[in-house]
């Protein structure tokens, strides 16, 4: 349970009940996370519909988009949104030990290799920006580059780390905790 006032699915209507229906399409349950936005249903059904279209568009595989968020997440102590990522990223078969050696400390998984090739230029560089983001270098952009990225994907890398980074700090904010 959040800090703030919740609604639970079980007991919401109009909009909100809209909202949660599309959520439990999307991923089976209404998690935590989206239970914080229920003091405001309209910021409920705007955050779906930019996520939605996040997930629709780019040129990153799902997979990838995944790997930045459980590493963003777990770097953020996001707990609810590494546990729904993590899921996620299960899903698209990572092997459980890099999922779990991701979710626990990404820093630590980059540096024992269990995360390789492009993926782990990718991860680094979404951990950097997440830490030190007034220390990101064109440098920074390169490395992406030279791990073979083009620049729509070095775009969507840079976009999603942004993004995982907001939904984060709601819900550490706010106190949001993993069922």
Known sequence: MA?????????????????????????????????????????????????????????LPKRRKELIAVAVSAENGCRDCTQLHSGLLR??????????????DPGRALADGLVTGPDAVVVAYALKLTRTPRAMTSADVDTLRGAGLSEPEIFEVALLTGYFNYTNRIGVGLGVEPE
């Open 91 to 104: 899903a698209h078969r990572v092997d459980e030990t890099v999922v779990a050696a991701l979710a626990a």
């Open 3 to 59: 800090w703030i006032d919740e609604t639970h699915e079980d007991t919401a209507d109009g909009t909100l009940k809209d909202a949660y229906a599309r959520i439990v399409r999307a991923l089976g349950r209404v998690i935590p996370f989206y239970r914080a936005y229920s003091v405001s249903p309209a910021h409920l059904h705007a955050h779906l519909d930019f996520y939605e279209r996040l997930g629709k568009l780019g040129v």
